[in-house]
């Protein structure tokens, strides 16, 4: 079975301060994609990013970055000099590569205070 | 494109009544899911389909139908609305993997449903 677990319900943070989402899922398939999603207050869901297990190089994206490590199963989210607009729910969610498995983490509620 | 659609944005229904989500996409993506998002949670797969003709059951069906006739349209069925099904209903729409396996769910506005 697959697991996706996000062990920071609720993290605050002042402006201009780096922060690390943690993300560590479970699957025993060899093939599986990986994902973050955004939900600011306003509700709706955005895709962030898209990793394949065969691609452990990490990525970054302006402020934003993902360290891929395969070793402890983890796929972390870091934004470099947070911003109040980057308040919001962030889900970390994992897919296989056979049927419909699709999972979400729980959710991290980050706070960027002013 | 417009992507994943919902109708409607809001609803508020007394306890018994029944009414239909409608959820659309443009993106040709054969599969498409229901999730339901209570105050503060996670999301909760209600049913999905992997495509036209075709549905199944998630974590948390019960009290729900679903429909998929046309490969573009998934609708979600409340026959007798309770206020427990009081949540915000998420629509996502995503392809199917070469190989199997699902790709990028891309999401819906969402429709956010009272039950009085």
């Known amino acids: 079975a697959q697991k996706v677990t996000q062990a920071q319900t609720e993290i605050s943070v002042v402006e201009k301060e780096d922060v690390t989402l943690d993300c560590v899922y479970e699957?025993?398939?060899?093939?599986?994609?990986l994902f973050w999603y955004k939900q600011p207050p306003s509700g709706e869901l955005v895709f962030l990013i898209r990793?394949?297990?065969?691609?452990?190089q990490n990525e970054i994206s302006g402020r934003y970055s993902w360290n891929f490590q395969k070793s402890t199963s983890s796929f972390n989210f870091t934004i470099t000099a947070s911003q109040v607009v980057d308040s919001a729910v962030y889900f970390c969610?994992?897919?296989?590569?056979?049927?419909?498995?699709?999972?979400f983490g729980p959710g991290t509620r980050l706070s960027v205070l002013p | 494109n417009a992507g994943v659609t919902q109708t409607p944005k809001f609803r508020v229904l007394k306890t018994g009544q029944s009414m239909t989500l409608l959820c659309a996409q443009d993106?040709?993506?054969?599969?498409m899911y229901w999730y339901r998002q209570d105050p503060g949670m996670g999301l909760r797969l209600i049913h999905y389909?992997?495509?036209?003709?075709?549905?199944a059951k998630g974590e948390v069906p019960d009290g729900y139908n679903v429909s998929r006739l046309k490969k573009q349209n998934f609708l979600l069925g409340l026959e007798s609305a309770a206020p427990s099904q009081t949540s915000v209903y998420f629509c996502?729409?995503?392809?199917?993997?070469?190989?199997?396996?699902?790709?990028?769910?891309?999401f819906g506005p969402g429709t956010r449903l009272t039950v009085l």
């Open positions: 969610a994992l897919s296989v590569s056979y049927g419909q498995n699709f999972v």
């Open positions: 996502a729409s995503s392809r199917e993997l070469r190989g199997g396996g699902t790709d990028t769910q891309y």
């Open positions: 990793r394949n297990s065969f691609d452990e």
């Open positions: 699957t025993r398939d060899t093939t599986y994609y």
């Open positions: 993106m040709n993506h054969e599969y």
């Open positions: 389909s992997v495509g036209e003709g075709t549905t």
